[in-house]
């Protein structure tokens, strides 16, 4: 009988192994059992101290701790110099006055003396703050136009005059009796409207150094912004419309009340909006707009629309585009702008005459399924690595063209283009020294699963190792660049900080210390990351757990990582803490544990990620099934006695193994599931999947709920009630296909005060106790 769940109990289960007893209610505790690791460091503005988030004591929160040579142990920062800390400050090279904008004032500091001096305060708070390229001269925004602040004089001005809305034509009122009567009767009426018609076309003539009122109509404003000489603002208009919005049930309320917040759009050609780049200059008082039709490839339409007859025969149009807010040089002289396809198929560079407002066109980029890579974002309205180096003249870039993401620069004048970085690797983050001489780059070299820091010449393009043993460097360079902050894990150590001197192959020094004494107690595996070979020749990493061989039970459980667009089976510390944890139970339980870094995962280049393009539940689950089938040929596994499960597009993958090849997972554990692409978001699903409106072929073969009546094994599905990612009502539908079909090997756990990432550890207790219960029932021999 098909059961709806609730959460009513908890199971407490300890696996006894020789060295350390694991606990279910233990482990689900996340990093209260782990210990919390600390997050978000960075440098003080003279490079004395490092701060960082932390929460070793295991408060309700976490608290901002600072090191500085000498010191032991970090220590609690004071609130105000926490505060002090995350702020973003600008400034000129080295400049010992910062600037920066707190609770919507404008304020100076002095990195040498430390001292403050607050410079703008007013009711209407500013933003996006801006140096010029002028000494002393400041650009921010305020009530959505831009105003510059001269330091030495201490004098602001206001530059555009953006107004939102339609200007007021004053109609003249009809001329009553009376005042045409006055006007017949009396010379002196008719000498004082001659006056005034004198004045006013006399005011005429005066040019006010004002700027004149734009009025941009219903339309949006967005990415305002001055050139750094003061000379052009440009911003983005974008066309207002109304989508409809997805709403979620809160049953679990302070009130006692129900609530229905919105939630998101779902994916549809409707999100498309019409947008405008604009100019304003400053010497004309004038806005105008770029006309981006003469694009390459502006009117190329993608090949899957071959396939549908409406497509086919469809006219010519211009793409939607939207273009990024422009990138300058040091003095403004020479603008860089980056454009997107919002169908996210294509991204151009240009070369952007703000005076003229015409471009040339320098980089263009085109991928069939859809734009993205490390340093290249994969949504159409964001912008990816890009600036200026030291010359002024040369921009630097990430591209796929290679099929990895790698290192490029173009010079303007020359116009030659050279690739810095080469190989069958990515480079996954840029840094640019601040003499624009050197980048420092954090790349995948020496293993997809690692996360290595070099330093790179730009002159020669050779790389200089700094960090490159196995695991995950994350690196904050000082602000002399003579040091580094470095948060580092490996598999089975977790996150923590450490300082090193920025020199070749350079040495780590821990300086917190973030494991609990628990956790340290039990011997954490190193899973092995193994290479198998897809049904089509591409290799495939995974991360194994094996049991030893006196608790081998010959039984396999399959996770499968979330989001698509991840890395799992990588030499470093897990997003997925408590299912690495979990692993390490089931694998003390006899269970060999697979985790695979299936096609559309993130680190191993284009082709691998695009693998799902236009079918997700194909390569993405054929990946699983080679998986499957390597366990039972090197493993000896059962395979009558493989299970799988995961969450998110892992709860997905599990639905797609259990409804679309039926009898190949003897039981499986979908958690937050997506059931039916086309009611999930816009930017992900349309980026892989197309539109429903214009690729439904796609959306029906890669949404679980079209073959609920495929099901054969046991599958127990799990979800948050106000999951507003991938909604509660997702596996509601599913349920419902299921009970018209009469499908009896099903349940449901429902989670009322749980969202996308459960909090409460008691559902976390009561989840994984549903699944290893479900393991344990189905894929053990009586």
């Known amino acids: 009988m098909t059961k709806n769940i609730f959460i009513v109990t908890f199971l407490f289960l300890a696996i006894t192994g020789k060295s350390q007893e694991l606990k279910l209610e233990e482990i689900m505790k996340g990093q209260s059992f782990i210990g919390n690791q600390p997050t978000n460091g960075r440098w003080s503005l003279d490079g004395k101290k490092v ?6 004591k295991d408060e309700l929160g ?92 201490g004098t602001v001005l206001q530059i555009t005059n953006l107004n939102k809305g339609n200007k007021r034509e004053t109609k003249p009122e009809k001329e009553s009796f009376l005042t045409a009567q006055q006007k017949e009767l009396f010379q002196f009426i008719r000498d004082k409207e001659a006056k005034k018609k004198w004045n006013l076309e006399k005011n005429k003539t005066y040019k006010s150094d004002f700027a004149k009122e734009y009025f941009y109509g219903k339309d949006n404003l967005y990415s305002l912004k001055m050139n750094p000489n003061g000379n052009f603002a440009t911003f983005i208009l974008i066309e207002n419309s109304e989508t409809k919005q997805e709403k979620m049930e809160v049953f679990i309320t302070d009130d006692g009340y129900n609530q229905t917040p919105e939630t998101k759009e779902k994916v549809s050609t409707s999100n498309f909006v019409k947008n405008r780049f604009a100019i304003y200059s400053v010497s004309k008082d004038s806005v105008y707009y770029v006309n981006f039709s ?35 040089n040091q003095d403004g002289s020479v603008a860089i702008v980056e454009i997107r396809s919002q169908d996210n198929k294509d991204r151009w560079l240009v070369s952007l005459n703000l005076d003229k407002g015409t471009f040339e066109e320098i980089e263009y980029q085109h991928d069939e399924a859809w734009i993205a890579g490390p340093g290249i974002p994969s949504y159409s309205f964001s912008s990816g690595n890009l600036d200026f180096l030291a010359d002024n003249e040369t921009i630097y870039f990430q591209s796929e063209a290679t099929g990895y993401s790698h290192l490029y620069t173009y010079n303007l004048k020359t116009k030659k283009k050279t690739q810095l970085t080469k190989g069958n690797w990515e480079v996954r983050d840029v840094i640019l ?26 002159a020669n393009g050779a790389l200089q190792p700094i960090l490159t043993k196995d695991g995950a460097h994350e690196v904050v360079i000082s602000p002399d660049e003579k040091s580094l902050l470095v948060r580092y894990s490996y598999k089975n150590v977790p996150w923590d900080f450490y300082i090193a001197d920025n020199e070749k192959n ?77 692993h390490n139970l089931l694998t003390d339980l006899g269970y060999t544990v697979l985790d695979i870094d299936y096609r559309g995962s993130d680190g191993y280049g284009r082709d691998f990620r695009t693998g799902i393009y236009r079918f997700m ?59 039916d692409w086309a009611h999930y978001n816009h930017g992900y699903t349309g980026n892989i999947l197309n539109f429903p409106e214009t690729d439904p072929d796609a959306y029906k073969k890669s949404s679980p709920i079209y073959y609920a009546g495929n099901l054969k094994g046991n599958l127990l599905m799990l979800h948050g009630m106000v999951d507003d990612n991938v909604e509660y009502k997702d596996i509601v539908r599913l349920s419902q296909r299921l009970i018209e079909l009469e499908k009896k090997n099903w349940t449901l756990a429902s989670f009322p005060v749980e969202a996308h990432g459960f909090n409460e550890t008691y559902s976390w207790i009561d989840e994984y106790s549903r699944i290893l219960n479900l393991f344990n029932t189905t894929l053990l021999k009586p």
């Open 617 to 675: 539940g194909g390569k993405d689950l054929s990946d699983h099934l080679d998986g499957k089938k390597y366990l039972v040929e090197k493993y000896g596994i059962d395979a009558d006695r493989v299970g799988i499960y995961g969450g998110s597009y892992g709860g997905f993958i599990t639905l797609m193994g259990m409804l679309t090849t039926p009898g190949e997972f003897a039981s499986g554990a979908a958690l937050r599931s997506v059931t």
């Open 294 to 328: 003469t694009l390459s490839h502006i009117q190329d339409t993608a090949k899957y629309y071959e396939l549908y007859d409406n497509l086919k025969k469809k006219a010519k149009e211009d793409k939607l585009i939207v273009a990024q807010a422009p990138v300058y």
């Open 433 to 458: 020294s601040k003499d624009k001489k050197t980048f420092y780059v954090t790349t995948n070299t020496t293993h997809p699963g690692n996360r290595n820091f070099y330093k790179l010449e730009v």
């Open 51 to 56: 701060y960082f988030e932390w929460n070793p």
């Open 62 to 153: 976490t608290s901002t701790y600072f090191w500085q040579k000498g010191m032991k142990k970090p220590e609690v920062a004071t609130l105000n110099e926490a505060t002090f800390s995350q702020l973003d400050f600008k400034s000129k090279p080295a400049s010992d006055i910062v600037y920066y904008i707190e609770k919507g004032s404008l304020y100076s500091y002095s990195v040498k003396s430390k001292s403050i001096t607050k410079l703008i305060q007013q009711s209407a708070p500013i933003s996006n703050l801006q140096i010029g390229s002028q000494g002393g001269v400041l650009f921010f925004e305020q009530n959505e136009n831009i105003f510059k602040y001269t330091t030495k004089e």
């Open 506 to 582: 350079t040495h780590l020094v821990q300086i917190t210390s973030s494991v609990t004494d628990n956790f340290k107690k039990y011997p954490w595996r190193e899973p092995e990351v193994i290479t198998f070979k897809a049904q089509d020749g591409t290799a495939v990493n995974a991360r194994i757990y094996t049991p030893k061989l006196e608790t081998n039970n010959k039984a396999a459980i399959i996770f499968v990582h979330g989001a698509g667009y991840l890395q799992n089976a990588h030499n470093y510390w897990s997003n997925y803490y408590r299912e690495y944890m979990f």
